[in-house]
């Protein structure tokens, strides 16, 4: 008996209905990005192990899809290699290349490669599926769709309250009227977690834990902090710090506003201090 045709876990097909949708989703989304002035790109599905490595820490360098070498992929292996290297040194003599897990990385390669051709500041959008290795569930899938927009070049808070009104708007011709606006910036993160006492040599792992604060909550954070052996007082000091389900946004400016501004990272900094400022304008403006 013929075996059943079957597609590999954590992907999926889409039929002319779901297309039509997508396609008037997609559509929708260019054609506000390109009233405000965004340009689109794509870079390949494919890039480099050296560019996407290291880039999302050791839990998502995991995750990264491996490609086998083409031709003879096991002609640079001896048999010595294959008892004495761990699993990720050896991928790294099979595999040279590897799918791309966002479109963050890629492009910061892109502009690397293309700054003497590009105008300041750019403005682009990326449209591209991308793929991670996790255990296929609910809602969470090996490939999916990502849709990015980034300003390059615009040192002034101009930059974020742009991307925020094209954002807006775009969630607004796509339907939603209930939706909720989040602002994550690394060097407030930093600046609260030196707060709460963590070193700066933890502040990757503490991060990677806190982005699974939608999946897991407020909770499951801080029992994995604690699985990894970091201080209660410096957890429940740093949670403490994010913003409550009551909190308007001027509310959470006034909570961390002053911690941040007190923090070893700010303190005695003028370029600093004027980040945080533009931070609070962009915060209460999308508030």
Known sequence: MAQKPSIPKGTRDFGPVEMAKRNYIFNTIKEVYALYGFQQIETPAMETLQTLMGKYGEEGDKLLFKILNSGDYMNKVSDEDIHSLGSLKLAAKLCEKGLRYDLTVPFA????MNHGQLAFPFKRYQIQPVWRADRPQRGRYRQFTQCDIDILGEPSNLAEIE?????????????FENFEIRINERRILK???AYSGFAEEDYDSVFITLDKMDKIGVEGVASELAQDGYPQENIDKYLDLFCKK?????????????VVAASQS???????KEFLDRWVNVVEYAG
């Open 163 to 175: 991307l925020i009104t094209a954002t807006t708007t775009t969630i607004g011709r796509l339907g």
């Open 191 to 193: 600046a609260m977690a």
């Open 109 to 112: 390669r892109f502009v690397a």
């Open 266 to 272: 700010v303190k005695g900094k003028p370029e600093e």
């Open 246 to 258: 009551s909190d308007t946004a001027k509310q959470y400016v006034q909570k961390w506003m002053p």
